[in-house]
C-alpha cells in the first residue's frame, strides 16, 4: 500500500473515512509516466516511489521497446561537396596503392611491359599523389569545373568576378559520435523541460505541482520579449490546433479503442448481418434533432437548499468544480440579479439542475414523458450562456463546463462536445500567459481544465471529434490542491477531491493504453506487445495500490455500497480489459495462438477482467450522471468481446472456468437488456442495443442454442 492510502481520507458514502485538508506537496495518486519525446528519448519507466510484488521491479524497456523500432540517430546527410570530398580520399588511396606497386616493380618483377599506362617511378623517392581541391565552391559546382580551392576566391570565381562560397565539409560520423550526439539530444530535452517548468510558474503558483508525461513545448514555442521580460506559454502551433503530440498520455489522432471497432474482428463480425462504418454513431449523433428547451421556464424555488446539498453531497463529487466555500456568496450575487443575468445566476442554476438530477437515479428509468429532472433549471442556465460564451473568464469557463455535465446526465454527447470546445479555447486564450488568470481563481481554472480534458479524453476514445489542442497545457497546469476556506461556518459542503484525482491519472493511463496499443503507429504482434502490456498492467496496478483506504475497493464478485468506490472499480476493469484485448484477436484470428501459454494467461486476464464489468450490470447506474453514455459503450463492447470468445473452443474454455456453466448466457442477456433500456436515449445507444440485440440471436444460433 502506498504511502498515501495511509493518510486520513476524506468521506466516502459508507463513513468510513474521516475528512482532512488537501495537500498539494503529499499527494501521489498520478502514476506517473513517462513522455515518448521526439527530443528526450526517455526510457519508459515505472514509478520508483511505489513497492513492486517482487520487490525489485525495474522496468527494463524504454521508447524503442514501446514502439517496435530503434531510435534512429540524428540523420547528418552528405551533400555533394561531402560526396566529392570521399571521392577524393577514394583517389588519393588509389594514388597510394599504384605508387606503392611501382616502387615494388621497380625493385624487381616489373610488370610495366603489361600495363603500358601505369605510371612510372622517376625516383626512389616517395611519390606523393597529386593535390585536388575537396571543396568545390558553388560557382565551379553550377558550372561543373575543376576548382582549385584558393580561397577567400578561386580561379575561376576571380576571373568572372563571382561571390565564391564554400560549403562546410561533411561530417562523418562513428558509432561513439552517434552515441554521443544521442546524449546530448536527450540533455537538451532536460534542459527544454527544466525551462517549461521554470516559465510555467509565471503563470500558475509555484505550489502547484505539474503532471508528468505531458506534452513537450520546444524552446521555439516560448517567445520571450526582450523589453518586459514577458513570457508566453502559447505553443508556436496557435490556439485550438492538433498536432501529432510527444505526450503518450493523451488520445491519439487515429485509433481503433472504439467500440464498434470489434464488428471488424474475426468471428465478431459474423454477429451481425452488415457491416458497420465506425463513423455511423457520431453521424447518428449530428443528425439528431436539437434540445427542445423552454423560453420561459418556470423555477420552482421551493426546494433549492434539497438540490444544493444534494449537489454537494453527490454530485460534486464528480466534477469537484464548484467550490463549497465560496457558494453563499455566489447564491447571494445571483439571487440580486434574479437569476437572470452574470455567471454566478448561471452557476447557481446549474448546481440546481445537477442536484436535482442526482437525487433521482439514472435518466434510463426516468418516465419518458416527463421532462427530465432539473431540465427546468438548465433551460433557465442556458438563456444566459450566449452572453457567458463570449466571455472569456475562469467563471464563464467553469458554466460551460457544468453545462456539458449536465448534458452528459441527458445523454447528448455533441451537444456537450461543442460546449467544451468553447470552454477549450478560453482556457487556451487565460493558461498562453501569465496574469490573465486571478490568484483567487487559479484553483477553480486547474478544476475546469481537468474536467475539460477527461470530457474531451472520453469522448475522442468513441467518436472521431477534431482535438481542441487543450492537452498542451497539460504541463503548465498544475493537479488541483484544495479550495481555501472562506467562510467561518465551513460553507455548504465538503471539498471532495480524492476520486477526480483518481480520475485523472486513470484517464491518462488509458490515453496511454489507445496510445501504445490501438493507435496507428502501434505494434501488431504480440510478442512484441508483450512488454508494453505487462508496463501498462504494472502501471494500472500501482493506480490501485496509490488509492486512499476509503476509496479502494475490494477484488470481491458481490456489489459494492459506495458510489465511488463501484465506478472506480467499473473503470478499473474497463482499462484492465481493453489493455489485454490484443490476445483475443490474436486466438480469434488463429485459434493456434493459444497454445502459447503467454497468450492464453493474457486472455483469461482480458476475458476475467470483461466478465467482472458485465456480471453486476445494475452496479453501472452508480456513473449514471458523468458516465451513462460513456458506460454503455463500454458495456457494448466488452459483450461483444465475451460473444467472440464464446465462439471460440479456447476462449469458450477459458470463460467456463471463470464462471459457472452457461451463466454468461444469462450475464449477456442481462446486458441486452440493460442497453434496451437506454436506446431512446439517444440514437448511438439505439443502434448500439440493436447491434447487440441482433449479435446475441446470431451467436446462440451459431452454437446451436
Not at 244 to 255: E, Q, R, W, Y
Not at 371 to 400: E, H, I, K, N
Not at 406 to 431: D, G, H, I, N
Not at 451 to 474: K, T
Amino acid at each position: 500500500m502506498s504511502t498515501s492510502s495511509q493518510e486520513n481520507s476524506p468521506n466516502s458514502n459508507t463513513g468510513s473515512g474521516r475528512h482532512f485538508s488537501m495537500s498539494r506537496d503529499r499527494f501521489d495518486i498520478s502514476i506517473p509516466s513517462p513522455r515518448l519525446s521526439l527530443v528526450t528519448n526517455g526510457d519508459l519507466i515505472s514509478p520508483t516511489s511505489l513497492k513492486s510484488p517482487n520487490g525489485r521491479r525495474v522496468a527494463t524497456f524504454s521508447r524503442e521497446g514501446i514502439l517496435g523500432s530503434a531510435q534512429k540517430a540524428r540523420n547528418l546527410s552528405q551533400s555533394s561537396g561531402d560526396r566529392e570530398s570521399i571521392t577524393n580520399g577514394f583517389q588519393n588511396r588509389h594514388n597510394q596503392i599504384q605508387n606503392q606497386s611501382g616502387h615494388q616493380n621497380h625493385n624487381g618483377n616489373s610488370d610495366d611491359g603489361i600495363n603500358p599506362l601505369k605510371r612510372r617511378s622517376t625516383d626512389a623517392g616517395i611519390d606523393y599523389p597529386r593535390r585536388r581541391a575537396t571543396i568545390a565552391c558553388e560557382i565551379c559546382r553550377s558550372r561543373k569545373s575543376r576548382c582549385d580551392g584558393t580561397k577567400p576566391k578561386c580561379k575561376l570565381c576571380t576571373e568572372l568576378g563571382a561571390e565564391c562560397i564554400y560549403r562546410e565539409p561533411g561530417i562523418k560520423l562513428d558509432a561513439g559520435d552517434k552515441l554521443i550526439l544521442e546524449h546530448l539530444t536527450r540533455i537538451e530535452g532536460l534542459l527544454q523541460s527544466t525551462l517549461i517548468g521554470q516559465t510555467s510558474n509565471l503563470a500558475l503558483s509555484t505550489g502547484s505541482p505539474s503532471i508528468n508525461g505531458g506534452t513537450t513545448t520546444s524552446g521555439d514555442d516560448l517567445m520571450m520579449a526582450a523589453s518586459g521580460g514577458f513570457v508566453s506559454l502559447l505553443p508556436a502551433t496557435g490556439l485550438g490546433t492538433w498536432v501529432n503530440p510527444t505526450n503518450i498520455s493523451t488520445m491519439p489522432k487515429i485509433h481503433t479503442n472504439a467500440a464498434l471497432h470489434l464488428l471488424q474482428w474475426p468471428l465478431i463480425r459474423d454477429l451481425v448481418s452488415r457491416p458497420y462504418d465506425p463513423q455511423i454513431l457520431l453521424q447518428l449523433e449530428m443528425a439528431r434533432e436539437p434540445l427542445a428547451l423552454s423560453k420561459a421556464p418556470c423555477l420552482d424555488l421551493s426546494n433549492t437548499t434539497a438540490y444544493i446539498e444534494a449537489f454537494f453531497a453527490k454530485a460534486n463529487v464528480w466534477y469537484a468544480c464548484v467550490n463549497p466555500f465560496n457558494w453563499t456568496n455566489h447564491y447571494r450575487v445571483a439571487l440580486s440579479n434574479g437569476f437572470r443575468e452574470g455567471p454566478e445566476s448561471c452557476i447557481v442554476l446549474l448546481v440546481l439542475a445537477l442536484g436535482q438530477a442526482s437525487c433521482s437515479g439514472s435518466i434510463s428509468r426516468a418516465v419518458s414523458s416527463e421532462d427530465p429532472p432539473g431540465l427546468p433549471y438548465f433551460a433557465a442556465a442556458w438563456a444566459l450562456l450566449p452572453s457567458l460564451m463570449t466571455r472569456s473568464s475562469v467563471l464563464s469557463a467553469q458554466c460551460t463546463v457544468l453545462a456539458s455535465a449536465y448534458l452528459f446526465y441527458l445523454v447528448r454527447p455533441l451537444e456537450a462536445w461543442t460546449l467544451l470546445s468553447s470552454t477549450s479555447m478560453k482556457l487556451q486564450l487565460l493558461l498562453s500567459a501569465p496574469g490573465r488568470i486571478p490568484a483567487s481563481q487559479r484553483e477553480l481554472c486547474e478544476r475546469v481544465y481537468w474536467n475539460s480534458l477527461l470530457f474531451e479524453s472520453d469522448l475522442l476514445a468513441e467518436l472521431d471529434l477534431p482535438h481542441s489542442g487543450i492537452v498542451q497545457y497539460e504541463e503548465i497546469v498544475g493537479l488541483p490542491g484544495g479550495f481555501e476556506q472562506e467562510d467561518e461556518d465551513g460553507g455548504v459542503g465538503r471539498d471532495e477531491l480524492w476520486y477526480f484525482l483518481a480520475e485523472i491519472a486513470l484517464r491518462r493511463l488509458l490515453n496511454r493504453v489507445s496510445q501504445l496499443i490501438y493507435s496507428k503507429d502501434s505494434m501488431a504482434s504480440t510478442s512484441s506487445l508483450e512488454p508494453v502490456v505487462a508496463e501498462l498492467d504494472f502501471q494500472l496496478s500501482q493506480w490501485y495500490e496509490s488509492l486512499p483506504l476509503p476509496l479502494q475497493f475490494s477484488y470481491t464478485r458481490t456489489p459494492l455500497a459506495d458510489p465511488v468506490q463501484t465506478v472506480l472499480r467499473l473503470r478499473y476493469f474497463a482499462c484492465r480489459t481493453i489493455i489485454f484485448r490484443p490476445y483475443i484477436l490474436a486466438v480469434l484470428d488463429n485459434e493456434q495462438a493459444a497454445m502459447d501459454p503467454s497468450v492464453r494467461e493474457n486472455c483469461r486476464k482480458c476475458l476475467e477482467a470483461s466478465v467482472r464489468q458485465l456480471e453486476f450490470i445494475s452496479a453501472h447506474h452508480a456513473g449514471h450522471m458523468p458516465y451513462l453514455w460513456q458506460g454503455a459503450l463500454s458495456i457494448v463492447s466488452q459483450t461483444l468481446l465475451v460473444m467472440g470468445a464464446t465462439m471460440s473452443p479456447s476462449l469458450a474454455a477459458i470463460i467456463n472456468s471463470l464462471v459457472i456453466h452457461d451463466t454468461i448466457d444469462g450475464i449477456i442477456n442481462d446486458v441486452v437488456m440493460e442497453i434496451e433500456r437506454y436506446a431512446h436515449l439517444a440514437p448511438s445507444l439505439s443502434l448500439s442495443a440493436e447491434i447487440i440485440r441482433e449479435a446475441e440471436m446470431r451467436r446462440r444460433s451459431y452454437l446451436g442454442g
